[in-house]
């Protein structure tokens, strides 16, 4: 109940907010909610709407000089920022102009100017739309008509020297109301970074150490080819992709100095289509993927997987309420993979197969405006659902449920609540087992700091998790003409059987998973095997809180030319944080250093600003110091205390050549062709103060394995690019 005290301040005088229920008496609930986008003329008047409109009314809302602000190269990276600046989770839903799309994943590719606007719908929108509860969603709005063909350069290289970075990027995208294509390729080359190019100082480094490379010499190209086509009243959407990469690498492995090649290549393809029958919104499509890897140096392996997969949902209004439509929800997922693994001439074949349904039930329990509960309670939706799930890795279920509610306008909270037994995901049973880039290590056992050759890959032997999730959230705003908005969030997890990431190397992590840990002959560790594991039972509370602003513009000044700034805030606050590995041992404290410690607190500020031909973008990110016991339960003059850390990111963009002003992409009437055209330089600084992780021991004298290039290699980056449309 932490929102409550919010509540409190924030229930003012303000106006009732307006409906968030599906509109009844309308066979076809989606279209009633959305406005038509072509004008209709009843008795001489004309009355227009705005396109791609979604069910409920935005959250926060970017128009074009918001999005051409956050200095992206394409819709995946506005997407990527906007999940950074607004917190959206893991994985947000992505509609295509209000509706639902079988796979919106095609559309990442087009240009950032390809967008009208980008909408964050409010929590209760997961439920009209058929998300997972507590999902976000995102409604991207695209313009009606749009061409354009795209070249970028780039080249970075870390201030120290030693080894540097090079892409070209071009792309053809195309907007024609439903049809649309876009033709991406991307090569890129990373140059190797050797020891020897830095002073590293480490107690056992060889005398032919300076050959290991800190950073693989890695060489990838990948090319995409998407199309979306109307097909009547029902619209069909298909993708191709490719990728290659190769990448080499020396690293150090006990007595030897081993060089390893690894080589995989990707081939991707889906169709679906979505459309409405029978009252029901329907969306369907089917991805297959073909890959093969090989791996040179550690161990002769090969690997080569197929998979086909095809998910599908269905939504519509049931029946109607006083307040609105009772909608029902219904997805689907089914897939099977199989992978044949060559390793040291022993051929091993697998095949996992999973099925998933889930359903769920939004019911508006009052709505706002109404006499009655309407106009005590504001808005409020009730979400019930649950799934079931069959695999090769065993079966599970899932229950949920969730209340938004609107008290008064500017003012949303919520609260999520799910149980799950879960299936474990094939990539983490089957990915292929990968020797990663040397990383060093504190080994608390000789009190030293070596560099370890990690393995990676999935771990054929993980049990199905179970886990149980809470979420509270309240959000307020937007208020002022700074635009200014408020999140503050509750989540608690509790799981037994949860896979996550091997824990940092500890005496008390040794002795629990000694399998894990390689050593020679002396007792020097060589090899640490940071595939997945279960751990017995976990718990972790996190409390999380955000604030974000704008800059008002000025009335009657174009986008294009009027100042744009906003400015997002966010810090999260680790209230628990505990795991048990095994069963028998006692639970670890990670907050207070046990079992490999982890921050208690971290922040994040980010501003993205354009004016005229400038733009800036910058970042900045902190985290508390920590403590990582050598023992578990004591403090110990031998334990690890991680410094705080700070680091800063700039990019400035100029636009050195506008493109000329042409008539806009929605009408003769339009506004001027916007930021993407033209010529455009960027200089972008990653670690813009060269900050490097610093530590100590408990006893305060400095600790092994920290010096300057030890844990970062390559500190400050300048990145120069060079965009241009053609």
């Known amino acids: 109940m932490l929102w409550l005290p919010l509540a409190a ?126 999902q976000r969603v995102v409604n991207l709005v695209l313009q009606k008509r749009f061409s354009s063909h795209d070249g970028r350069m780039s080249g970075a290289r870390p201030t ?99 060089d390893s090649r690894g080589r995989s290549e990707n081939l991707g393809a889906s169709a679906g289509f979505s459309g409405r029958a029978a009252g029901w919104s329907l969306q369907a499509n089917m991805n297959g993927q073909a890959s093969r890897a090989r791996e040179d140096g550690f161990a002769d392996t090969r690997n080569e997987r197929r998979s086909l997969g095809l998910t599908s949902s269905a939504n519509r ?95 949303r909270l919520n609260g999520v609540w799910s149980a799950s037994s879960d299936s474990v995901p094939d990539l983490q049973r089957f990915e292929p087992l990968h020797h990663g880039t040397p990383t060093i290590v504190f080994d608390f056992r000789t009190g030293q700091a070596v560099e370890v050759v990690p393995i990676r890959g999935g771990n054929p032997d993980l049990r199905p998790p179970r886990s149980e999730r809470v979420s509270l959230t309240a959000a307020a705003g937007p208020f002022t003409p700074w635009g200014v908005t408020g999140n503050l969030g509750y989540q608690r997890m509790a799981s037994t059987d949860g896979i996550g990431a091997l824990p940092d190397l500890t005496e008390d992590v040794e002795a629990a998973l000694p399998d894990r840990f390689q050593r020679d002959a002396d007792g020097r560790l060589i090899s640490i095997d940071y595939r997945p594991i279960n751990s017995r039972s976990s718990l972790s509370e996190t409390l999380s809180t955000s604030l974000n602003f704008k800059l008002p513009r000025p009335a009657g000044v174009a986008a294009n030319e009027a100042m744009v700034l906003r400015v997002a805030l966010s810090h999260s606050l680790r209230l628990r944080n505990t795991v048990a590995l095994l069963e028998g041992r006692p ?20 501003l993205d600003a354009r004016r005229g031909r400038w733009g800036v973008n910058a970042s900045a990110r902190w985290q508390d110091s920590y403590r990582t016991r050598r023992v578990s339960g004591r403090d110990d003059p031998r334990d690890l205390v991680m410094e705080p850390f700070t ?80």
């Open 9 to 134: 301040v924030m229930m003012v005088e303000q106006p009732q907010a307006s409906s968030l229920a599906v509109a009844p008496g309308h066979a076809d609930w989606q279209g009633s909610r959305q406005r038509l986008d072509d004008p209709v003329r009843v008795d001489d008047i004309e009355v227009r709407g705005r396109r791609g409109v979604a069910l409920v009314p935005p959250e926060t809302e970017l128009d074009g000089a918001d999005i051409d602000a956050l200095g992206a190269w394409d819709i995946g990276e506005v997407l990527r920022r906007m999940n950074e600046t607004l917190d959206l989770g893991e994985e947000p839903m992505v509609l295509i102009n209000g509706k639902r799309a079988p796979n919106s994943a095609v559309f990442s590719g087009f240009p950032p100017d390809a967008l009208a606007r980008a909408e964050v719908l409010p929590p209760e929108a997961a439920a009209l739309y058929g998300g997972a509860p507590g």
């Open 160 to 258: 120290q020297g030693g080894t540097s970075s090079l892409s070209a990027d071009l792309r053809r995208s195309a907007i024609t109301g439903g049809r649309t294509h876009q033709l991406g390729l991307r090569v890129s080359r990373d140059t190797a970074l050797r020891a020897e190019e830095r002073e590293r100082g480490l107690v056992d480094e060889g005398a032919n150490d300076g050959a290991i490379t800190l950073r693989p010499r890695v060489d990838a190209v990948s090319v995409n080819a998407n199309m979306t086509r109307p097909l009547g009243d029902w619209s069909s959407v298909f993708s191709l992709n490719g990728q290659a990469r190769d990448s080499r690498s020396v690293a150090r492995f006990g007595e030897r100095i081993v």
């Open 647 to 726: 680091a800063v990111d700039v990019k400035l963009s100029y636009l050195v050549i506008p493109s000329s002003a042409r008539p806009g992409q929605d009408g003769e009437d339009g506004p001027p062709s916007r930021r993407g055209g033209g010529l455009q330089l960027s200089l972008e600084i990653d670690n813009l103060f060269d900050a490097r992780p610093g530590a100590r021991l408990g006893d305060g004298s400095p600790a092994p394995g920290f010096g300057r290039d030890l844990q970062d290699p390559i500190g400050r980056t300048a990145r120069l690019t060079l965009q241009r449309r053609f």
């Open 317 to 411: 209004a049931l029946f109607e309420l006083p307040t609105g439509a009772v909608v029902v929800n219904l997805n689907g997922h089914l897939r099977g993979s199989w992978s044949t693994i060559h390793r040291d001439h022993v051929r091993a074949s697998t095949d996992f197969h999973t099925g998933e349904a889930r359903g769920s039930l939004a019911i508006p329990l009052s709505k706002a405006g109404e006499e009655g509960t309407g106009r005590l309670f504001g808005e409020l939706l009730a979400t019930v659902g649950g799934g079931v799930r069959e695999s090769s890795a065993g079966s599970g279920d899932e229950v949920n449920a969730a209340l938004a509610w609107t008290p008064r306008k500017g003012l």
């Open 587 to 606: 639970d670890l404290d990670r907050l207070r250093g046990d079992g490999g410690g982890v921050s208690r607190q971290e922040a994040r500020g980010t």
